[in-house]
C-alpha cells in the first residue's frame, strides 16, 4: 500500500524536469506543455471525492487493484507515445486511475490496521511516502531523463504497479457500504471540483481577468454550491454529512488544505532557486531535495510513536510552527547563499516540522470514522491537499511574479535575454529580482502555515475523548 501511495505522489512531479526533454523530442509547443503536468493534477484532484466511494460501494480491494492496473497501463502508453496529443491522454487516464487508487489506498490501511499502535505505525510509513514521494519524483525524473530516456518517468511505473498487483493477495476486501452511486451529487461535486481546480491552473497561466478563467470560477461555485444540498438530501450521499459533524476532522482537512497551498508553492520556488539561481542541473537538484525528505520520513515515524502518548494538538500545532519557521528561513535566501549552511538546514526545519504533522491529521480524520465511511473520509483528505497544492501555486506564484516585476519589470524575459546574448550584467539583475519574489512567496507560504498553527491549537483535539473513539457512526440506509 506504501508503495502504491509512493508512486501515485511521485508521478504528480517526476514529469517536471523532463518536461524540457519532452519539448525537444516530440516538438511540444509552449502551451501544451505545462497541460503535461496540469493533466494529471486536474483529473488527480477533480475525481478523488468519486474514486473514495466507489471503493466504500464497490470493494476496496478490487477497486484499488482497477486502479492500480489502469495506472500501470496508461503508464504504458504515455511511454510510448508518439505525439503531445497521445502523452496528454494518459496522463489523463493516470490522473483518473490516481484518484481511484489514493483514497483506497488509506480506506484499506484503516481496515487492515486497528486503531492505535498498530495503525499509527502504518500511518507513519504511508505519511512518509507524501514527503518521499514528492521529492524523489524530481530526484528520480532527473536521473531518469539525463542517463535512459525521458520516456522511463512513465514506463518506471509499470513495475512497481505489477509488484503492488501481486502483493494485495494478502489484502482482505472488507465492508461495503450499502446503497448506490450517488449520481447527481457526483456530478456536481466533481464538476465543481475539475472547474475549480481548472480556473486555478488557467488562471496561473492566462491571468485572473481572463474571461475563461472567470467562467471556471462561475461554473465551479454554482457547482459547489448546489453539492452540499444534494448530499443533505440524498439517502446514499457522495461525501456523508456526518463526516464533518465532528470538529476535529474539520480541522484536520483545513489544515491539510493549508499545507498543501504552502507545500507545493514551496517546492515551486526552490526548483526554480536551484535551477536558475544557482545554476543546477536537474540531477543535483534532486538531489538537494534529499535533506527534505529525510526529515519528513524521519519525522512521520517519531510522529506515528507519539500520537499514542499525546493529543494531536500537541503535534499539529508545534509542527506546523516549526514550518513556518523554515519557510522564513527560505525568505532570507539570496543570489548567493549557500546550499551547506543556508538553503539545506532551511528546508530541513521545514521539513521536521511538516513530517510530524501528517500522521497526527490523517489519524484525525479516520479515528471514529465507520469502515462504509472511510474511503469518502480518505478521499476527502486527499483532495484537500490537492486542490490546496494548485492555490497555493497559483496565488504564491502569482505574487512571486509581482514582487519581482516591481523590481525589474519582465524579469523572466531580462533573465533568458541575458543567458541568451552572454550579457551576464543583465542575467545578475534578473537573477536578484526573481530572488526576491522567490522571498516573498517563501513568506507567503510562512503566512499560511502560521493559520495552521491557529487551527491545531485552537479547533483540533478539542475534547480527550477524541483521541480513544470518536462519535458513532450510523451506515447509510440503517437510519
Same mark, same amino acid.
Given at each position: 500500500?506504501?508503495?502504491? &501511495? ?9 514529469m ?16 501544451? /506543455?505545462?497541460?503535461?503536468v496540469?493533466? &494529471? !493534477? *486536474? ?7 468519486l ?5 466504500? @460501494? ?9 486502479g ?7 503508464? /504504458?502508453?504515455?511511454?510510448? !507515445?508518439?505525439? +503531445?496529443?497521445?502523452?496528454?491522454? $494518459? ?14 489506498? /488509506? ?15 502504518? =500511518?507513519?510509513?504511508?505519511? $512518509? ?12 525524473g ?5 542517463? @535512459? ?5 512513465l ?9 503492488v ?6 489484502l482482505?476486501?472488507?465492508d ?29 497561466? +492566462? ?10 470560477? $462561475? ?31 474539520v480541522?484536520? &482537512? ?6 498543501g ?8 520556488f526552490?526548483t526554480?532557486?536551484?535551477q536558475?539561481?544557482?545554476g ?7 538531489l538537494?531535495? @534529499? ?5 519528513? +520520513? ?5 510522529? !506515528? #510513536?507519539?500520537?499514542? #502518548?499525546v493529543?494531536?494538538?500537541l503535534?499539529? $500545532?508545534?509542527? =506546523? !510552527? ?16 549557500s546550499?551547506?549552511?543556508? *538553503? ?21 480524520v ?10 469518502s473520509?480518505?478521499?476527502?483528505l ?13 496565488t504564491?506564484?502569482?505574487? +512571486? ?9 519582465d ?7 541575458? @543567458? ?12 536578484d529580482? =526573481?530572488?526576491?519574489? &522567490? ?21 483540533i483535539?478539542?475534547? #480527550? ?15
Open positions: 500500500m506504501a508503495a502504491a &501511495y509512493l508512486m501515485v505522489v511521485l508521478d504528480a512531479t517526476i517536471n524536469v523532463a518536461l524540457p526533454s519532452i519539448q525537444a523530442s516530440l516538438k511540444v509547443s509552449a502551451e501544451n /506543455l505545462a497541460w503535461i496540469n493533466a &494529471y !493534477a *486536474l483529473a488527480f484532484g477533480g475525481l478523488l471525492l474514486g473514495g466511494r466507489a471503493g466504500d @460501494l464497490f470493494g476496496r480491494r478490487r477497486v484499488f487493484r482497477a492500480i492496473a489502469a495506472f500501470a497501463l496508461a503508464s /504504458l502508453l504515455g511511454g510510448l !507515445a508518439p505525439n +503531445s496529443g497521445l502523452l496528454i491522454a $494518459a496522463r489523463v487516464v493516470q490522473g483518473i486511475a490516481a484518484a481511484v487508487a489514493a483514497p483506497t489506498t /488509506l480506506s484499506l490501511i484503516a481496515m487492515t490496521f486497528a486503531e492505535g499502535k498498530e495503525r499509527n505505525r502504518a =500511518m507513519g510509513l504511508y505519511a $512518509a511516502m507524501a514527503g518521499v514521494g514528492s521529492t524523489l519524483g524530481l530526484l528520480l532527473g536521473l531518469l531523463t539525463e542517463y @535512459l530516456d525521458w520516456r522511463w518517468v514506463l518506471v511505473n509499470i513495475p512497481i504497479a505489477t509488484g498487483l501481486l502483493g494485495t493477495v494478502v482482505g476486501e472488507g461495503r457500504a450499502k446503497g448506490k452511486l450517488d449520481i447527481p451529487g457526483a456530478t456536481a461535486g466533481t464538476a465543481g471540483l475539475l472547474a475549480l481546480v481548472y480556473a486555478i491552473t488557467l488562471g496561473g497561466e +492566462s491571468g485572473w481577468g481572463d474571461g475563461l478563467t472567470l467562467a471556471c470560477f $462561475a461554473a465551479a461555485a454554482v457547482q459547489l454550491a448546489v453539492f452540499p444540498v444534494i448530499q443533505a438530501r440524498s439517502r446514499y450521499p457522495l461525501l456523508p454529512p456526518r463526516l464533518l459533524q465532528d470538529r476535529n476532522r480541522g484536520a &482537512y483545513a489544515t491539510m488544505f493549508l499545507i497551498v504552502g507545500m507545493f508553492a514551496a517546492f515551486y526552490l526554480l532557486y536551484m536558475q539561481v544557482l543546477y542541473s536537474a540531477v543535483r537538484t534532486g538537494a531535495y @534529499l535533506p527534505f525528505s529525510l526529515g519528513v +520520513s524521519l519525522m512521520a515515524g517519531i510522529g !506515528a #510513536k507519539l500520537a499514542v #502518548k493529543p494531536p494538538r503535534l499539529v $500545532a508545534p509542527g =506546523m !510552527a516549526v514550518a513556518v519557521a523554515g519557510m522564513l528561513w527560505l525568505s532570507r535566501l539570496t543570489p548567493h547563499s546550499y551547506t549552511t543556508e *538553503l539545506m538546514p532551511a528546508m530541513f526545519v521545514a521539513a521536521v516540522g511538516l513530517g510530524i504533522t501528517f500522521v497526527p491529521l490523517t489519524l484525525s479516520l479515528r471514529g470514522v465507520d469502515e462504509t465511511d472511510s474511503g473520509a480518505s478521499a476527502l486527499n483532495t484537500t491537499q490537492q486542490v490546496g497544492g494548485a492555490v497555493g501555486l497559483a504564491l506564484a502569482t505574487l +512571486s511574479n509581482a514582487v519581482a516585476n516591481q523590481r525589474l519589470p524579469a523572466d524575459e531580462v533573465y533568458f535575454t541575458g @543567458l541568451r546574448t552572454r550579457d551576464f550584467t543583465l542575467v545578475e539583475r534578473a537573477v529580482a =526573481m530572488t526576491h519574489g &522567490y522571498a516573498w512567496g517563501f513568506i507567503g507560504s510562512a503566512l499560511v502555515f502560521a493559520v495552521g498553527v491557529l487551527i491545531g491549537a485552537v479547533v483535539d478539542a475534547g #480527550k475523548r477524541n483521541r480513544t473513539r470518536g462519535p458513532r457512526q450510523v451506515a447509510p440506509g440503517t437510519e
